[in-house]
């Protein structure tokens, strides 16, 4: 079959040898600019033109969107300026590259008096669907929801581009993946002092949209802000914000609560409050903000902005409350600049006519490289693992024994709660080096089995809810990596490096739980041994090393001695340097087991999925296993308060999420003989 395009076209459909269109008699084209074949009409574009399904015979058939530029508007400056606007924003989009997340624009072009712009086409559901087939969401799934949307919503900000049309139907959860794809950017506009309604249309949506973007056609970051929150409580309550500010205006958002089903958190509550503020000012003014207040009672969700914090420790944002921890423990709310990757969104307005574009890896992983030579000693800086020493070069076979470890030594430090240091011993532990291959290894230490108390005790300051109760565990004996697994240990094994701060020693990031579940699968295929991600209980006994305080170093920590945002701190210590970014693997002192970085420079995943207590937990050091989409990470990262990095914070994040504060080490069970 093939489609007319004719946009008044009634009947557009016709036989594959139909030279004219059989309803209207327009003149058919097999091949639009000898690429593209026009399969069928997927929706009308008000007075601009249609949007059809195609296939691209360059890319093997793949399936595409194509918009079509047909104004009916009469006079001439209309005409143009849609014209204008169109060819425009689509150069300007077209520079801006590609994103897995986006869908990509494939061509924009004239033809036949038509302009014509094509974009990737996303198999799935939009999330008006999704609710309507599956009921109401979750708060875990509307703080998913956030997490995922918030970042992109972020860097568009950044590139002056403000999408002014969110809401569920613009929200697609791609069928491949479940990955949150935001689409339909026609509404999208480059910002300048403000944004106004351009060629006489409205923009936006009633009821999502705010009150500025509504009566003066002015829309601001903070206006694509007020649209998410509208659809999170669509998502969340299943009533149309559309059909309440129907009947009610904007007034509906100050009573918002009652079309809750039940009481919604507190904490999330807040978020909502602040991001449906009717009054601009009053409203959140960046999604980095936001970002800042995501919190998920009662543990900490880890998105790439950082500094998540729950009700129950401190929010990092102004007008939050404080409930325990003092002024004097953390300090300062002012936003950083974070370097990561992020996505970049544009698009046009044409009316009704709506496209979606990839973005592009903004991450410059060479910059503000950060000396780390004054906070390392020698006892303490690692032998760069890409480039071994001839002491490290030996490889054990399948089975690790007593016989063939090595031993090395090293410095530990104890801390007060002003963060000087206290003690310095000398230490020794066992290691044995795994070979990658092309001279890179990784070192595994000994960890020896013991029981300890796992959770924080309640009087420990910052401490959350879900690291209760604290109970006894038994774990056995098991070997670890000695650092943060590295950018040259995963190039080895996976054949690519996915990390934003570059650098062969750095830690890997921008890996999502299943990659790094992938790397492990991949590296026991390799040397026939058992290795997998640890269980929540292993990395918190193996990151205590037999103490009991807040961080194995003690009471308290300073920037010389973890990578965190030394805009914070962590009961008397001082602040300090804020790196904005990962360092090299090692470069700060280990604790009693010999493990480095277990706290700060990147989270952790963990095998576990996330529970919200420790009631019923297991006390024999197994992970909590099985199908779900929500996974443990440990350990706080660069961009995180110091509050974060205490041995029993416990974050969580979606299996697929990948950003530059994550990343993982490995142990090897099953291999020991000793």
Known sequence: MICCLNPDCSQ???????????????????????????????????????????????????????????????????????TELFIEEAKRLQDLGEHAQIPTLFAYFEDNGFLYLVQQFIKGENLLDELELKGKYKETQIRELLLDLLPSLKFIHERQVIHRDIKP?????RASDGKLVLIDFGASKQLTTTVHT?????????????????????????????????????????DSPFQLWTINGFSWVNNWRQYL???VDQDLGKVLDKLLKIEIQERYQSADKVIKDIQIPPTIYVPPGGNQISQNQISGNSGSSQNQISQNQISGNSPTTINRRGFIYGGLFLGGVTVAFMGQNLFSGKQNQTSISDTATPENTPTPENTPTPENTSTPENTTSSNNLKTFSFEVVSTNATGNIINRRNESAKYFAEDLGNGVTLEMVEIPGETFIMGSPENEAGRNSNESPQHQVTVPSFFMGKYQLTQAQYQAIMGSNPSGFKGNNRPVEQVSWNDAVTFCEKLSQKTGKNYKLPSEAEWEYACRAGTTTPFYFGESITPELVNYDGNYTYASAPKGQYRQQTTDVGSFPPNAFGLYDMHGNVWEWCQDNYINSYNNAST?????????????????????YPVYCRSAVRGLNGLGSNYSNIGFRVVCSGAAKT
């Open 620 to 640: 024999d050091g197994s992970a909590l296993t099985g199908q779900s989409r929500t996974k443990l990470l440990r350990g706080g990262s660069w961009n995180y």
């Open 198 to 238: 351009q060629i006489g249309t409205q923009i936006g949506s009633y009821g999502y949209s705010p009150l500025e973007q509504i009566q003066g056609g002015e829309a601001y970051p903070a206006s694509d802000l007020f649209a998410l929150g509208a659809t999170c409580f669509h998502l969340l309550t299943g």
């Open 261 to 263: 089903p039940s009481p």
């Open 12 to 82: 557009p459909i016709n036989p594959d040898d139909n030279e004219f269109c059989q309803s209207c008699r327009t003149p058919l084209i097999p091949l639009l600019i000898n690429r593209f074949r026009v399969l069928r009409v997927l929706s009308a574009e008000g007075g601009f033109g249609r949007t059809y399904l195609a296939e691209d015979s360059q890319k093997l058939n793949e399936t595409c969107v194509i918009k079509q530029l047909a104004p009916k508007q009469s006079g001439t400056y209309a005409l143009k300026k849609a």
């Open 169 to 173: 139907q613009n929200i697609m959860r």
